[in-house]
């Protein structure tokens, strides 16, 4: 966004918002002045679009375009992430509900991918990997190498751990092929390797939540 300058990005929407404002294009001005709050957010001020967008949103509602209350969720997960984890993660979702009401694929792959991201970083793994392919294959649909490639960084963090501990005895278990296939850039096999970490991931879950039924008589599904 302009080259990293969030000030100049603040100011050219601002003017953006206004001319469209002054034409009649509420609409448009609408979203540039939710464009404004994103590049407040990056900037640093994330407290003061956090209030500007509760009006935002009121609006975008308002104006019964799902791609403008979907572009001001998205905005409000950005600008929630680093003080409220559950509450981003909801905005997110909710902004690739309405995204995929008009088949707004950039809205709904920008919403998931940032939700993969953030659950990478504070969320649960589990929900990560689930969501992780799927992502995947709607940015492939678009044509957009980075994002996927974005994507793929997303998950190595997620399992850095994983990586670390084998490096460190040398073990070569799932992690140290993840780094290996991601070096390849072997598309086939990473996205292979996510959904088999997805289904141990799953099965772990299930049996954890058989056993503990077994084990404690208070435990009923």
Same mark, same amino acid.
């Given at each position: 966004?302009? +080259?990293?300058? $969030?000030?100049?990005? &603040?100011?050219?929407?601002?003017? *953006?918002? @206004?001319?469209?404002? +002054?034409?009649?294009?509420?609409?448009?001005?609408? #979203?540039?002045? #939710?464009?404004?709050?994103?590049? #407040?957010?990056? *900037?640093? =001020? +994330?407290?003061?679009?956090?209030? &500007?967008?509760?009006?935002?949103?009121?609006?975008?509602?308002?104006?019964?375009?799902?791609?403008? /209350?979907?572009? *001001?969720?998205?905005?409000?997960?950005?600008?929630?992430?680093?003080?409220?984890?559950?509450?981003?993660?909801?905005?997110?979702?909710?902004?690739?509900?309405?995204?995929?009401?008009?088949?707004?694929? @950039?809205?709904?792959?920008?919403? &998931?991918?940032?939700?993969?991201?953030?659950?990478?970083?504070?969320?649960?793994? /589990?929900?990560?990997?689930?969501?992780?392919?799927?992502? $995947?294959?709607?940015? =492939?649909?678009?044509?957009?190498?980075?994002?996927?490639?974005?994507? @793929?960084?997303?998950?190595?963090? @997620? /399992?850095?751990?994983?990586?670390?501990?084998?490096?460190?005895?040398?073990?070569?278990?799932?992690?140290?092929?993840?780094?290996?296939?991601?070096?390849?850039? =072997?598309? !086939?096999?990473?996205?292979? #390797? !996510?959904?088999?970490?997805? !289904?141990? !991931?799953?099965?772990?879950?299930?049996v954890v939540d058989v056993i503990a039924a077994l084990i404690d008589p208070r435990v009923r599904y």
């Amino acid at each position: 966004m302009f +080259a990293g300058d $969030m000030a100049e990005a &603040r100011t050219r929407f601002a003017e *953006a918002g @206004l001319r469209n404002l +002054a034409e009649g294009r509420d609409l448009a001005a609408l #979203m540039c002045e #939710m464009s404004v709050c994103q590049a #407040m957010t990056y *900037a640093g =001020d +994330a407290a003061e679009a956090r209030q &500007r967008l509760v009006g935002l949103r009121q609006r975008a509602r308002a104006s019964r375009n799902p791609s403008a /209350l979907a572009w *001001a969720l998205y905005v409000t997960g950005e600008a929630t992430a680093e003080v409220d984890v559950p509450s981003a993660l909801h905005a997110y979702r909710a902004a690739a509900e309405e995204a995929l009401k008009v088949d707004n694929r @950039l809205f709904l792959g920008l919403a &998931r991918s940032s939700a993969v991201a953030l659950a990478s970083r504070r969320g649960s793994p /589990l929900e990560v990997l689930a969501e992780f392919e799927r992502v $995947m294959a709607e940015w =492939d649909e678009l044509g957009n190498v980075a994002a996927q490639w974005w994507m @793929l960084l997303q998950i190595a963090l @997620l /399992l850095g751990g994983a990586v670390l501990t084998e490096s460190t005895f040398e073990w070569k278990g799932l992690g140290f092929q993840l780094v290996h296939y991601l070096q390849a850039r =072997d598309f !086939v096999a990473v996205q292979g #390797m !996510v959904v088999l970490l997805a !289904v141990i !991931v799953t099965l772990t879950n299930f049996v954890v939540d058989v056993i503990a039924a077994l084990i404690d008589p208070r435990v009923r599904y």
